[in-house]
Structure formats: structure tokens, C-alpha cells
């Protein structure tokens, strides 16, 4: 028993000790990056990322947000329907593809992408108990596929690579010329809130307002839009769709209370730029160890930056939207993104968001506003820029940093 308890002393007292000794030793043969890097450098994985950096931003806004009116309402807003205000509002827009190409496959495969697409929302407000609004909930399947690029064209690379040789292919990321694609996007969704049946405020539609808490909003959507890439160091995307809303049977239904007034048919798009991973202003050069020879290298902190606007014209028979005091119809609705995205975060970055037009949280569409907020944006599958080299910049130094104990322990 003695033994035991001797040995079990040792394992709590040294265990750590020797955890550490192991994590200071330099490992041969290994250099220590703070920043992701996929192996594969062909140029289908530009392609793959170069859709992921085009997939609507999903944010998390708990600070400064505002909502106000654009046109004086039919009846004000009520305690829970956001009375005294918000608190927070999240939009998520996740994708898990299904099919996709790996490295090394065909042309077709790795040109090609399925996904189950779920893009929840929430919106908290500061009326007490009853501060959380109906969410949405989109949820259903989305296809792209590549139809032509600037440097294979429409057909396989040539050369082909053999067996695990696409890593050697990646000669477009060399050439001076910029890479280009086009792509079609083809998705199907449901779009509902999850609430009883009835719409009308006080179920009475003489109030010519939907009921923001226990109304119901249910529509089912297809897409086809086309995507046109440009990517050489900073990537600009430009995007073009046609959607209309309908009925698909059963729970798939389009609620009658919605025609006319909703919109069925639009134009929608978005216009996007991301730049190439740079040292911001606000952060100085950091040192760190790296592990592989013991020395100490020197590195900075990169960010990338995004300014996106999506935006949406309503062709659809509206004769019975709510025109209010100014009798506008608000046919054209936009969002304004400018996102700064950490290149050492896995999933985390930060934006400012600016919206006008018709609220875009399901049963609140006959409400026009203009909507601020600064929050987190949120990624699961984040874009990395296909030709930044991470190595690249990092230059040894003498110096030591004080708390070198320290950045030994995290660093390696």
C-alpha cells in the first residue's frame, strides 16, 4: 500500500516535470508554424478554397446593436417583440459537404462539391423573460460546381499528376498571370420559424402586421446563381442568382398569408474582396521559439480582411405588402460586411455590419429598418489564402524574450 501511494505521489509531483522536459527538448526534423497549412498545393484546392472564402458570413453580434424603423409602424412594437431593444443577434450559415474531391481524384470530383447547408438565427432582446425572438431555420442541400477556370479550362491537368504527385503541381501559383473561375451554385432549403399556426397580429389582419412572436412564416426556396472568381494574392468574387419561394407539399407549405406580400420571386448577389494575409498596424513583431533547432526565430502576427455586400432586388408580386406612410415597398434590401480575420484563428474573427431594407429575420420581413452592429464572426470552415507561405518572414534573432519559459511551453 505503501508502494502505491509512493508511486502515486510520483506520477501527481513529476508527471508534469517530465511532460515539460519533453516539450522543451527541440524535435528533429520538425519546424513549428503558428498557422494552418494544408499539404495539397494543387490547384484544385485553390479552387475548393476559393468557394469556402465565398460562403456568407455567420456572425455572433453582442455589442452596439441598433434597429430603427425606416417608415413609422402600423403598431408598435410590444413587450418580447424587441420593445426596449437587443441584446444580441447571430446568423450562422454552416455547410458539411457530402461529396466532394479528394486530392489526386478526377477532374470532375475535385471540381465539385455537395453540402447539407443549416443556417440558423437567433435574436435576443432586453424585454425580460421574453427576450428571445422566433429563430430561423434554414436548412437543405447545396451544390457548386466549377465550370471553367483560366488554367485548365474545362478539362483534367495536364499533366496529370500520378498517384500522390498533385503536391508537386502547383506551377499556377508561380506564374505571374492571375487564376480565374467561374462556378454555379445550386441550393434548395426550407425556411420556416417553427411556430403555431396564424400570422395576424392579434389574429386580426385588419392590423395589416404580422405577429413577431407567435406568427408563423414558412417558405421553401431554389437558387441557381453563377460566381465569377479572381484571385492573385487578394481574391474579388463577383455573384449573380435567380431565386424563387414556393410549395412543396405537406410540411413543405408556403403560407397562403404570404402572397403577394412576401415576394416570390428576386434577384439576388454579392460582391466580395479578400485580401491578402498582412501585418496590421495595432500589432508589433512577437517572438517566439520554434522547436525544430532549438533557436529563436522572430515572427509577425498576419490578418486578412474582407469587405463583402450581399444584396437582394424582389421581383415578385407585392400588391399587398404593407406600404406604410412613405408607400414604398422596399424592393431592394443589402448587407454591408467588413470583416478582420486573425490568421492564427481556427474559427474566430471580427466584423461591423450594416443593413437596410426589409427585416430579414422571417416573420418580420413587413418591417423595414436600418440595422448597426460589431460582433465575432464564426467559421467552420475557414478560408486560407492558397499561395501564403507562413515560413515566410520568419527570420531567427539572438534575443530572448523574457518569459522564454513561458513561449517554451506554449510554442513547442
Not at 71 to 96: A, C, H, K, S, W
Not at 138 to 166: C, H, S
Not at 243 to 264: A, L, V
Amino acid at each position: 500500500m505503501k508502494v502505491t501511494k509512493l508511486y502515486t505521489c510520483f506520477l501527481v509531483v513529476f508527471m508534469p516535470l517530465m511532460h515539460y522536459a519533453q516539450l522543451a527538448t527541440p524535435v528533429p526534423n520538425r519546424i513549428i508554424t503558428i498557422y494552418d497549412e494544408a499539404p495539397d498545393s494543387s490547384i484544385y484546392s485553390g479552387m475548393q478554397q476559393i468557394i469556402t472564402a465565398n460562403t456568407p458570413v455567420s456572425y455572433l453580434s453582442p455589442l452596439a446593436l441598433r434597429y430603427n424603423p425606416l417608415r413609422t409602424r402600423n403598431v408598435p412594437l410590444q413587450f418580447g417583440e424587441g420593445q426596449n431593444g437587443y441584446i444580441l443577434e447571430g446568423m450562422l450559415d454552416l455547410q458539411f459537404p457530402l461529396v466532394q474531391g479528394r486530392p489526386g481524384s478526377k477532374h470532375f470530383y475535385q471540381t465539385s462539391r455537395v453540402s447539407v447547408r443549416y443556417a440558423p438565427g437567433v435574436r435576443m432582446t432586453f424585454d425580460n423573460s421574453s427576450n428571445l425572438l422566433p429563430t430561423n431555420q434554414k436548412i437543405g442541400l447545396q451544390a457548386d460546381k466549377v465550370l471553367w477556370n483560366n488554367y485548365t479550362r474545362r478539362k483534367q491537368m495536364n499533366p496529370k499528376p500520378e498517384g500522390w504527385d498533385f503536391e508537386k503541381i502547383n506551377y499556377w501559383k508561380n506564374e505571374k498571370r492571375p487564376f480565374q473561375m467561374v462556378y454555379v451554385t445550386g441550393t434548395a432549403m426550407h425556411y420556416s420559424n417553427g411556430q403555431p399556426e396564424g400570422v395576424w397580429y392579434q389574429n386580426n389582419p385588419s392590423f395589416n402586421r404580422n405577429d413577431y412572436i407567435n406568427g408563423d412564416f414558412s417558405t421553401n426556396l431554389v437558387q441557381l446563381s453563377a460566381t465569377y472568381a479572381r484571385f492573385y494574392k487578394s481574391l474579388f468574387s463577383a455573384n449573380l442568382g435567380f431565386q424563387y419561394d414556393g410549395d412543396w407539399g405537406g410540411p413543405f407549405s408556403f403560407i397562403p398569408e404570404q402572397n403577394s406580400r412576401y415576394g416570390r420571386t428576386r434577384l439576388n448577389g454579392f460582391l466580395q474582396y479578400n485580401s491578402f494575409p498582412t501585418t496590421p498596424f495595432f500589432r508589433k513583431r512577437k517572438y517566439i521559439i520554434r522547436g525544430s533547432d532549438g533557436n529563436n526565430y522572430r515572427t509577425t502576427y498576419k490578418w486578412e480582411w474582407k469587405l463583402r455586400t450581399d444584396w437582394e432586388y424582389i421581383t415578385g408580386d407585392m400588391s399587398n405588402f404593407p406600404a406604410g406612410n412613405n408607400g414604398r415597398l422596399y424592393r431592394f434590401n443589402y448587407h454591408v460586411f467588413a470583416e478582420g480575420m486573425p490568421s492564427r484563428s481556427r474559427s474566430l474573427g471580427y466584423i461591423l455590419h450594416y443593413y437596410r431594407g426589409r427585416d430579414y429575420l422571417n416573420i418580420r420581413y413587413d418591417d423595414p429598418v436600418w440595422a448597426l452592429m460589431f460582433g465575432i464572426s464564426i467559421k467552420l470552415r475557414k478560408f486560407r489564402n492558397p499561395i501564403f507561405n507562413p515560413d515566410k518572414g520568419i527570420v531567427p534573432t539572438e534575443e530572448l524574450p523574457a518569459n522564454i519559459q513561458r513561449y517554451r511551453r506554449t510554442h513547442q
